[in-house]
């Protein structure tokens, strides 16, 4: 990398609430879901932020939020992509987020329903070019046709539409897309939940190459732990829209603080039959946002719990370099990560050949 | 019914398909979807079928219900052998569909268990309704003990308030509950032999703990088997006695866990457990992509399917021949010309 890390992102205080309408055609008043309540991180450049929790708990939100695909309630998100160039990204109007959305690009999940197929490839791929009217004529072409080789498709691709491909080729489509712009971060929403096993090797080994080469920074959000695992430097966990806790990949899914944490790393199936599975196995399910616990919002399914914690929001605190946690025991408690894999589980297959 | 079940001993077989093909009708031709699958069950034993979309995973299971759709065509020598609670054994591609037998097999001695709960439960009728109908379409009973036992077996499955579960109506479930609710349909009637085609793949991984759980200790208690459909091979790792691989409608390698995990024998279950992330032990490693797409069912490749994009492929033999079934061992099968002599 040559230049030194900064922070490139950094949220405070970011709140999304959405109204309700309850009752029959909307009769019976309206009620708030707080899909963000009041979350603060940062993410540095060149790295990968991998963003896990379970459905509803604002993973999607917050990405959106960032990039002000929707709107955030409150709280603020600072966004430097080179230093000495920074913008207040929450308080821009939407003339002056022309300048900024450049740098910013999105990943979406289903390549089947994310790209135009009315669109030729060519023409999906340049379309943000000419939005936004940063190049003419030839030039466009030039920087499509350089994007497209990178994401490996070829010339004779672009001339096609998109229910041509299969989903691994259009997800390529899709970073194309992304990339086109030479942005300095991107979210990534799920961006291989929905491929096949062999293909979203080759789109994770994509991802981590392009990152390499032109010095980006992903928000990688998904619900395949391994995959973020693989993927990312560091980890949020979230949890009815608060962040319970952050650290070093590494860190977070075998030494968690967070009891939740620890909970959703028990509960990963290893793909080796001399592992057993494990799971502590949580009481119930994700309560509604709409009417979230008191105190912290796991007190209900946590087997640890304690009187404050029906009462006392826990803050994120630093318990060791680079590691948060939410909870209010987490110096004093020793839990559980994923299961290690044993030596077994390196599969051999050196020696193809050898019994022929 | 009782005494007929004392004879039904763990380890007897269960199911036996000989060489099942099954082709579909469509307006570019007739595409081959499953392409000679040879598979047994034994009673009380889960297998595992795995493979990437297209490779006939859920045809092969749908044909056993005889539950495919109509363009389907199940060829001449197919077999699928059944046998049921009573002690015989049933021809199960004799049967048509609508036919009185198939459907006293299906729920009474197979069930059924799809990816999505939400769209295999009727919106109209109450959850405690679809499981009383269940029920009563395989046993004699009266609407208040049907009642009784669906209110059973939905506290069987970990459902807290059984019933007051039983007089909502889906939607007012949660997707774990539903599964939850859709497993109590599928075992009311007591069957020995559970399809669950990707019934955790729509749900969050503490939630699919719960369930992968429960099946296992509903398994142990009511001694069914099971055919677990995914492409998960986490979990597939945990639940399933045997697996086999399948690639483009056939099955490539055959074995216990333990040989599928620990000693893959064909290059494209090599290939799968080479490409998964596994936790701790990719650091800064790259993935192992399987090269080239899979290909379409109406262009399959001549000779061995995978051998387009294989790397241990040779020219003139793999691309013309298709190799035949090699034994590793007794359990422990596998289809590809490295282990052929």
Known sequence: MSEQPHRLMEIKNLKKSFPLQTGFLGTGGTETVIAVDDVSFYIESGETLGLVGESGS?????GRSILRAIEPTSGSVHFEPREGEAYEVTGLSNREMKAVRPHMQMIFQDPYSSLNPRMTVRDIIAE?????????????????LEVALRCKLNVEHLRRFPHAFSGGQRQRI???????????????????????????????????????????????????????????DRVAVLYLGRIVEIAPSKELFFSPLHPYTSALMSAIPA???????????????????????????????????????????PELKEYKPGHYSACHFSDVM??????????????????????? | METAENYLVKGDPLLEIKDLKVSFKTDEGIIPAVDGVNISLK????????GESGSGKSVSTWAVLQLLPKSAIIHKGSSIKFHCKDGESVELTDFKSKSREIRNIRGGEISLIFQEPMSSFSPVYTVGNQIMEAVRAHRDVSKEEAEGIAIDMLSRVGIPNPKRRFKQYPFELSGGMRQRAMISVALSSNPSLLIADEPTTALDVTIQAQVLNLMKELQEELGMAIIFITHNLGVIAQIADEIAVMYLGGIVEQGTRHDIFHNPKHPYTMNLLRAIPRLGKTDGGRLVAIEG??????????GCCFHTRCSEYMPDRCNVNIPQITQISPEHTVRCFLYES
């Open chain 1, 58 to 62: 604002g993973k999607t939100t917050i």
């Open chain 1, 128 to 144: 943000p070019l000419v939005v936004n009217k940063l190049l003419k004529g030839t030039d466009i072409d030039k920087r499509v």
């Open chain 1, 174 to 232: 899709g970073i194309a897309r992304a990339l086109v712009m030479h942005p300095r971060f991107i979210v990534c929403d799920e961006a291989v939940s929905a491929l096949d096993v062999s293909v979203q090797a080759e789109i994770l080994n994509l991802l981590g190459d392009l990152q390499e080469e032109f010095e980006l920074t992903y928000l990688f959000i998904a619900h395949d732990l391994s995959a973020v695992e693989y993927i990312s």
């Open chain 1, 271 to 313: 793909p080796d039959p001399d592992s057993p599975m494990q799971p502590i196995i949580l009481k119930g399910e994700i309560p509604s946002p709409i009417n979230p616990p008191s105190g912290c919002h796991f007190h209900p399914r946590c087997q640890f719990v304690q009187t404050e914690c029906k009462t006392m929001r």
């Open chain 1, 334 to 356: 020793e839990l559980p990560g994923a299961s290690e894999l044993g030596e077994s589980s390196s599969i051999r297959t050196s020696k193809i050949r050898s019994s022929n």
């Open chain 2, 43 to 50: 009673r009380g034993h889960t297998l595992g079928l795995v």
């Open chain 2, 293 to 302: 797409q899979i290909p379409s069912p109406m262009e399959r490749p001549s």
